[in-house]
C-alpha cells in the first residue's frame, strides 16, 4: 500500500505538469471554439481533464497527505471529471494503437502535411525524420494516457477508502 500512495505521488506531480502544459492549449482552443463550435466538445474534454488533475492533486495534498476534512462537492469534482478522464484516455490509447498498427495511416498523414504546406518542403528533414517524430509524439501520448487511466483507477479507490475526509461515515470493518 506504501508502494502505491508513492506511485500516486509521483504520477500526481507529473499530472499536474501536462495540466498546466494543457491549460495553455484549452485556451487556443477556446479561441478556436468561438470560430468553430464543434471544437467545445474539446475544450470540454481537456478542460474536464485538466480540473480532474487539480482536484485529484488537491486530495492528495489536503486529505491522504494532511488528514483534513474537504467539502463533500470535492468529492463530486473529482469523480465527475474522473470519468470523463476515464473516456479521455481510453480514447487517446485506442486511436494510438489503431495508427500504429496500420503503417498506411502514417503515409496518409505526411502525404496530408505536404499538401497544407504547398509545395514547400522543409530543408534536411525526410519523411523518415517526420515518421520518427510522428511516432515518438504518439508514444509520449500514449504513456500519458496509462498514467491518467492508473492514476484514475487509483484516485477512485482512495475516493473510496478515504471518504470520511469529506465528511462521510468510515466504513465498518
Known sequence: MKNLLVYYRVVSYVLIGIAVLF????????LMALAQPSVFLVVFVVTSVIIYSFASFSFLIRGIQNGRQSKPSAKDWIKVNAYVSIAFGALSLVQGIAFLSDPGNMAMVIKQMYQMQGQMKMAGVSDQDIRATIKGMLYIYMGY????LSHVYITLRYVKEYAHLFG???PQE
Not at 23 to 30: A, G, K, N, R, T
Open 168 to 170: 462521510e461515515k468510515k
Open 23 to 30: 491549460s495553455f492549449f484549452d485556451l487556443f482552443f477556446l
Open 145 to 148: 494516457s496509462l498514467l491518467l
